[in-house]
């Protein structure tokens, strides 16, 4: 289970649009990362690299925890909105719920849970 204080540090890298040095400092090297139920990628450096790769492909990126984050155990949600800006200049608004398996210190396991058709920019 994470301490608040951890968990806090967690979403403040997060809300710093720092999202790949995030997983870098809080992911267990073995984590894995799923996306609406599809096929799991896993290994923090692994990880990693496909946040760059995706970061790379947008302007601009703004994000949001909605509270109140949710805490049972080692089992955590937290509401996340973001904010991209894409090359071209439209906007693309995402919010999901991510559902976190903790060990420790560390998130071992994240499901994030969003509506597909969000991905269409404005």
Known sequence: ???????????????????????????????????????????????????????STIASVTSQCIRPVFVSGEYVVIRWIFDFGLPDGRRLRMEELAYQRWEGEFIAAETFFYDPAQRVPR
Request: proline share 5%; net charge negative; no cysteine.
């Open 1 to 55: 289970m994470p301490s608040n204080e951890t968990l806090e540090r967690f979403i403040a890298r997060v809300e710093e649009n720092a999202h790949a040095e995030a997983i870098a400092e809080f992911y267990a090297p073995g984590a894995s990362i799923q996306e609406n139920q599809g096929t799991p990628r896993v290994g923090r450096e692994a990880l990693v690299e496909g946040e760059r790769k995706f970061l």
